[in-house]
């Protein structure tokens, strides 16, 4: 019988993570290559995917891929099978969150009766079509092998609401508001989870969600401590933070789970 630990490792797998040169696809890539998988690091810039890839080593490699058009990702599942010959995990993790970098605009342009429709086409397409379009093209061909995990990363804000009290700054005014686009599109992403698990069933593929909380990365001081303030464990996420959850949902640690979404948010949606 398999021993407890090696149902997490992924040696002699293949991992294609999308969205892999932001914040946390790096960390996805080093938690699937340190549990023993070949990483497939693909985003827009095809360098930076060169780079991380060369960084994380192990047989890593880069390819370019935009997850809203399929035959970039026909390409790209080409590739992949050209060079490792299988593909037993996909991580959906490219997605598109509004940022309001010019605070003079930040609050007008956010506002939900204000919010442009471009924004919310534009969030759509890369958080839901992108994961309809990756699962479609590289999951068709693991469930014709029959076996795989897909990991779709939704959001705390695919569960519960943002609180838009969140976004004041220490004075009490509104900086800018959280958009409706991001919300939906993971709400949407968490539905179409469970879809395809109950799909693919039968066909040997797991699809499961994981939903991060809000990672610190820059914010300032009065933002990451309201957050914590909202969180059980009384602070944001590190990137790393997430690193074991996703070894468990890629590998045969999870082998009897399918269609789950698995919040690691510090107990921000428990409350
Ligand atoms: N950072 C957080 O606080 C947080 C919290 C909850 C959930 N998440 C989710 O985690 C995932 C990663 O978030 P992040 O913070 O690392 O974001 P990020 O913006 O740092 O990275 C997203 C990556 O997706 C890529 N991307 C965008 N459009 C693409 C396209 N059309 N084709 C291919 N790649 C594309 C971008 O180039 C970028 O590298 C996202 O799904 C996000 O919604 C993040």
């Known amino acids: ?5 090696q149902l997490f490792l992924l040696e002699g797998r293949t991992a294609i993570v999308t969205g892999a040169t932001g914040l946390l696809g790096r960390e996805h ?9 070949r990483v497939v690091a693909t985003d827009l810039d095809a360098a930076a995917c060169d780079h991380l890839a060369a960084e994380i080593g192990a047989g890593a490699f880069g390819h370019r891929a935009d997850v809203t058009i399929p035959e970039s990702l026909e390409i790209l599942l080409a590739a992949v099978l050209s060079i490792t010959g299988r593909v037993d995990v996909l991580v959906n993790n490219a997605a598109l969150n509004d940022r309001y970098e ?17 924004l919310w086409e534009q969030a759509l397409k ?19 092998v ?16 943002p609180d838009q009290s969140l976004y004041l700054d220490p004075e009490g005014r509104r900086r800018f508001y959280k958009s409706p686009s991001y919300p939906t599109s993971k709400g949407a992403v968490l539905a ?12 040997g593929v797991r699809v499961n969600a994981l939903s991060p909380g809000g990672v610190e990365n820059g914010q300032d001081d009065f933002f990451v401590a309201e957050y914590g303030r909202r969180t059980p464990l009384g602070r944001m996420a590190a990137p790393t933070d ?9 590998s045969e640690a999870s082998a009897y789970m399918t269609g789950a979404n698995l919040i690691v948010d510090g107990g921000f949606t428990a409350w």
């Open 1 to 5: 019988m398999t021993s407890t630990t």
């Open 146 to 161: 029959g076996r795989g995990s897909i990991v779709n990363i939704a959001s705390t804000y695919g569960v519960v609401a």
């Open 29 to 37: 890539c080093r938690a699937l290559a340190e549990a023993g998988a």
């Open 192 to 203: 179409f989870t469970r879809f395809l698990a109950a799909y693919w069933g039968a066909s």
């Open 102 to 118: 010019d605070p003079s605009t930040a609050l007008e342009s956010s506002r939900f009766e204000r919010y442009p429709l471009e």
């Open 242 to 250: 997430y690193r074991g959850a996703l070894v468990f949902l890629a």
């Open 126 to 144: 890369v958080n839901v079509t992108g994961v309809f379009l990756c699962s479609q093209v590289i999951g068709t061909h693991m469930a014709e």
